[in-house]
């Protein structure tokens, strides 16, 4: 079944045009790359996505029903998370909190139900001590967090922005195992923006390229890398 | 143990707070109103703060809730208990309103915003002479309660006792997660599902009811104001000292703050009559520089700091 569906979907900055004419759908349990180079849009794209940005046309439906418009908060609710490039971190609120919000705000749990809910998405994720300051985190858990803060929306969307970047081998490895677990279980539709292709070859069903805003190619990503016009764009026009 | 302890605490001083009129006099009791007021103030102040908001219209809602009960005895016949809290509903639907417009600013912009609208709304009484006696003001027939200072003083710590209660549920509700996500990271917030125009609309009309409440207070107990001492810049400027003072984000740091400064400032207006307001914005600049946390966080990462001390022992 289709999960989140995009037509014609477009982003303008006055004139710079970030995501130009995107269509694309996710279905349910599949683990979808999104990848192209630097400024490509990957980013504006889940912005628009997740209602962080609204599109300057196009259309986005959340099964089936048009979401183009609606606030990042209601489509929290209604069940597309995400994670960011930059890590946001609320510093101000222990580590249990910050997991804890999502359930709070978006499933309307009462507090006492979200800790425990947000106690269990961190001992999935092997993230303890949860009543440490955010500043006292290392990397790893910074981003291990804020995957819990996503997962404790219960999505059924989930956009990963870069949260391999900074990570370690090994740490990318039991960030990976973790995701397509989850997403296994849940039957959750992953978005995964990176640039380390070993992930992307390990984790994805699918990519979906962008470069320059537009949608250049789509398939597995033994396909999608041997595609002449994504060799250029990763490589530039020098040839 | 601790929480015990802390619960004793709180009950002694509620205590002693509620008996203070059979062993205080006239005039001690004047200026533990003046604390109080201030008190609830610099708290509802800090409750906006939690959402990143600095306000500085508190004198401007504190005037609003002043002549709205005053003018609701005087021109409506309302009895004077009622007109407080018609007042401080008054004061809630107006912030209502103008938050529409105003919520949606951030930073100084807001600030500035707010400030502006104190200003308006002294003009305005001003200028509304028939309705509001312009410049003069207003004299109420007679002041709440026959002027007895006991009953004066437990109208003023009930005013006050309302505010903490709020603060209170602020600290230990999901309103704490909302503010401070919404103080930390906007964006962050709206992807977990805070809606933000929501969370900071209710911090408002709920800090703006808690001020105009003050303020219609103020009135009842004094029998008369004008636009002056209404929306004296004090009511702006002495809460934001106090809850600096003490330490923002929370509900005992405002408290501990005015404690100090309000005794402080009492005996600070005896010593330099036209000075004292100098010393405030000394006591602000100060604090910001060297102890931005105030008070209670300089406790607070003392008390932090002498146990890993002792752990590490």
Known sequence: MSKLTTTGLTKAFSGLVAVNDVSFNMEEGEILGIIGPNGAGKTTFIHLVSGILMPTSGRIEFKGKDITYAPAHERSRLGIARTYQLIHPLENLKVVENVMIGSVFSRGKSLKEARKAAEAICAELELD????????????????????????????????????AGLNSDETKQVIATVQRIARERRMAVGVVEHVMGVIRELTQRVIVL????????????????????IEAYLGGAA | MKLKTSYIAAAVIAAVAVASPAFLGAYPLNVARSVMTYMALAISWDMLLRSGQISFGIAGLFGLGAYASALAVLRGGMDPFLSIVFAAAFAGVMAFALGFAILRLRAMYFSITTLALMEIFRIVMHNLDDFSGGPEGVVLPEVIFGGNSSALYWL??????????????????????ALTAIRNDETSARSSGVDIFK??????????????????????????TTPETAFDGNFTLLPLAMALLGGVHSTIGPMAGAVLLGIASEWLKLQIPYGHLIVYGVIIILVILFMPQGLVGMARRMIRAGREAGAGK
């Open chain 1, 129 to 164: 001590r949860l009543q440490r300051d955010t500043a006292q985190l290392s990397i790893l858990e910074i981003k291990k967090m804020e995957i819990a803060r996503a997962l404790a929306n219960e999505p059924e969307v989930l956009f990963l922005d870069e949260v391999m």
């Open chain 1, 211 to 230: 470069e320059a805003g537009e949608l250049i190619a789509e398939g597995p990503y033994e396909t999608v890398s041997k595609n002449p016009r994504v």
């Open chain 2, 156 to 177: 003023c710590l009930g005013g006050l006792l309302i505010t903490i209660g709020a603060s209170w549920f602020f600290e230990k509700s999901k309103m704490h997660l």
């Open chain 2, 199 to 224: 969370y900071l609309l209710i911090a408002f009309v709920v800090t703006s009811t808690m001020q105009g409440m003050m303020g219609a207070i103020q009135v009842q107990s004094y029998g008369f």
